[in-house]
């Protein structure tokens, strides 16, 4: 199985979200199958069919994140030397040259990317036309709407 590359931040929200679905969530779970039982009647018993569905919820996500976790190749960016060049996991500042607007994004893993927080996948169109590109470089990015030319102002490792 191939590795995925994660960013600390993002293995670490992972972490905490299995923490919460094993030591809160599934005790939640299984104490409303319990109370449902006592209700008697099992096959009309709309209360016990809903916890049993969201247990089925509850341990599918725990199995997929550790399955994520299991693949993940965490990425601590903070470690390497900055060169200037982007790459997986960096922040760019990046100037958008047809309305001059500036915006930063941070390149994470697709389970991490949010781009309403700025988190771009490194799958994404703007980041696969970032990759590997320096400061002060223009990197034209092909989008259904055509293409959009970029100067690069800033590359950071936090």
Known sequence: MKQTPMTIRGAQKLREELDHLKSVRRPQIIEAIAEARE??????????????????????????????????Q????????NNGKVIFGSTVTLF???????????????????????????????????IGKEEDDVAVVKTPSGDVEYEIIKVEYL
């Open 96 to 130: 958008r040259v047809d309305d001059e607007r500036e915006i930063t994004y941070r390149i994470v893993g697709d389970d991490e990317s949010d781009i309403k927080a700025n988190l771009i996948s490194v799958n994404s169109p703007i980041a696969r036309g970032l």
């Open 74 to 81: 965490v990425i601590d960016i903070t470690r390497m030397p």
């Open 39 to 72: 209700h008697g009647d099992l096959k009309e018993n709309a209360e016990y069919h809903a916890a049993r569905e969201q247990q089925g919820f509850c341990e599918g996500r725990i199995q997929e994140i550790e399955s994520k976790l299991s693949n993940a």
